[in-house]
DNA sequence: CGTTCGTCCATTAATGGACGAACGGTGCCTTAAT
């Protein structure tokens, strides 16, 4: 059967969307690929549909355990049922069954953190793998280097099952970001295809403010005015709950926080509740987005300037997949960057941490129990983060005690790597500021970072272009409306108590 | 780097200011002991 005739037998459409055709291509033609296509033209099509032309397991390695869960669900209301997401979600028992029987499955998901467990690679490396995708690729490089260091292995993974056909997918990646995709995954002369991170019926606009209580009083007009359903982006948690509560004394009822203090059942509420319109406001971290696909997000306002060009472009480009007019503005105010020059320092180790860590390494001879390597962590006062930074150099000394030269050699790496990182981290900081701070087209800004061409700004481009946020407000029906709904909701309360 | 929180001390006795420390986003995986 050929690739049109499974496109409509197995997933109903008579035709591709923009890319989806060239990449599936590219992939059963056996050819590593990359692809970078638009938030909401269907990625996951790009290796479903592959899966059901070839012959052995699609692997898929995904960043998060919900976005696993909700791949999983659609191929099941889709009919399939040879597919898992093998994570920590099984019991002892169902992870056993499943690698029992690992070659029956149609498409596996995984993660690159369970990707490091000997018995699970031993099984895979047993199976054919017909494909090896990698879901949101950019991740590994913006959190390889040191959040999830797991994602730096893959390519020592793809090594050991025996390089199978690659691809690589994203939404955001600069021509850097795809080459180091590339490298890390050792990459054999891949194909790309990438198209334009351009959302042109996404409106954008800077606004500064001069100081804390101008912003928050900004923000609370323009939730109060703007079409809603939105997004709000906070760099902290405490305050994402603070001006929640603000929005709703202001009266505004449907507004929510969502970051990673909360439980995962209250996550999954409150992504639920916005997907079908109980919640209309979002007050988020940086924890709030992938894998939600909702169309109708109107406006997406950033409370704090991120701390990079590509988690912004990520981030607006939550609003308006519909096609129809939205907005993002950002607000902003001199210094907000410094916050992540503190949240980066927090992550990466000191010098005197490096070298008491490896010294100990060094003088216990032998690798450290669980109990010792906690003991070790508490007396140097490392967070979590940058012990496992440590423990990824740290691997070599796994096998046999550490020698002196080798503990040189390695701290000295460390040092080196962590410092390049800082530069790069710092750099990206940089360049945000630069964009926010600049009297240019905000669009060609964007387009430019991404290595683009602006051909011509649509007709709502930025705020240095011209419009007015005024025409992004909800109209005086629009409000009618909701106040009534608002009684509906009230007496429905009062008749079903 | 800027904000917030806790502690200390000085006063006409329960506030207030000064000062320093801590905090500030992301997510996998925990095979232990009740």
Request: with cysteine; hydrophobic share 35%.
């Amino acid at each position: 059967m050929n690739i049109h005739s499974l496109l409509k037998k197995k997933f109903g459409y008579n035709s591709f969307r923009p890319g989806q055709e060239e990449v599936i291509q590219s992939v059963i033609s056996g050819h590593d690929t990359v692809a970078m296509l638009p938030t909401g033209t269907g990625k996951s099509l790009c290796y479903q549909l592959p899966g059901y032309y070839l012959k052995g397991t699609v692997l898929i390695v995904s960043p998060l355990l919900s976005l696993m869960q909700d791949q999983v669900e659609q191929l099941k209301i889709k009919g399939e049922k040879q597919v898992v997401a093998y994570n920590s979600f099984l019991s002892v028992s169902e992870r056993k069954a499943v690698l029992d029987k690992l070659h029956r499955y149609r498409f596996v998901f995984i993660s690159p953190e369970m990707l490091k467990n000997e018995r699970v690679l031993e099984r895979l490396k047993r199976i054919s793998i017909s494909l090896f995708v990698v879901d949101e690729a950019h991740c590994i490089s913006q959190w390889g280097y040191d959040f999830r260091p797991d994602y730096l292995n893959l390519g020592n993974v793809r090594q050991l099952l025996g390089k199978p056909t690659t691809l690589a997918l994203t939404a955001t990646a600069t021509k850097k970001v795809r080459e180091d995709i590339i490298q890390l995954l050792h990459l054999d002369q891949p194909k790309e295809w990438i198209f334009s991170v351009d959302r042109p019926n996404i409106y954008i606009h800077v606004e500064h403010v001069s100081d804390m209580q101008e912003k928050e009083v900004r923000l609370l007009h323009l939730v109060q005015q703007l079409q809603k359903p939105g997004i709000i982006y906070f760099s902290s948690k405490r305050l994402a709950d603070e001006m929640a509560k603000k929005m709703r004394q202001a009266g505004l009822n449907k507004v929510a926080s969502y970051h990673a203090g909360l439980d995962q059942d209250e996550r999954i509420l409150i992504q639920q509740q916005f997907l079908y319109q109980q919640l209309e406001i979002i007050c988020a971290t940086s924890a709030f987005g992938m894998g939600i696909n909702k169309e109708n997000v109107r406006f997406v306002i950033h409370y704090h300037v991120p701390a990079q060009m590509e988690s912004y472009v990520q981030e607006i480009g939550r609003a308006g997949r519909d096609g129809n007019k939205s907005i993002a503005i950002l607000l902003y105010m001199e210094g907000d960057e410094h916050l992540h020059y503190g949240l980066m320092e927090q992550e990466l180790p000191t010098d005197a941490q490096i070298d008491t860590f490896f010294y100990e390494l060094y003088r216990l001879k032998k690798w450290p129990e669980e109990t010792m390597l906690t003991e070790i962590q508490q007396s140097l006062q490392l967070s979590d983060v940058q012990l496992r930074f440590l423990l990824h150099y740290a691997e070599p000394l796994k096998q046999r005690p550490a020698q002196k030269v080798q503990v040189e050699e390695i701290t000295q790496q460390i040092k080196n790597d962590r410092d390049v990182r800082r530069q790069e981290r710092v750099r990206k900081i940089q360049e945000m500021k630069q964009w926010v701070a600049s009297f240019t087209c905000r669009r060609e800004g964007i387009l430019s970072y991404f290595d683009e061409r602006l051909d011509h700004c649509p007709l709502n481009c930025c705020d240095q272009c011209g419009t007015n946020v005024d025409f992004y407000y909800q109209t005086k029906s629009e409000i009618k409306d909701e106040s009534k709904e608002q009684w509906e909701d009230i007496l429905s309360q009062l008749f079903y108590r």
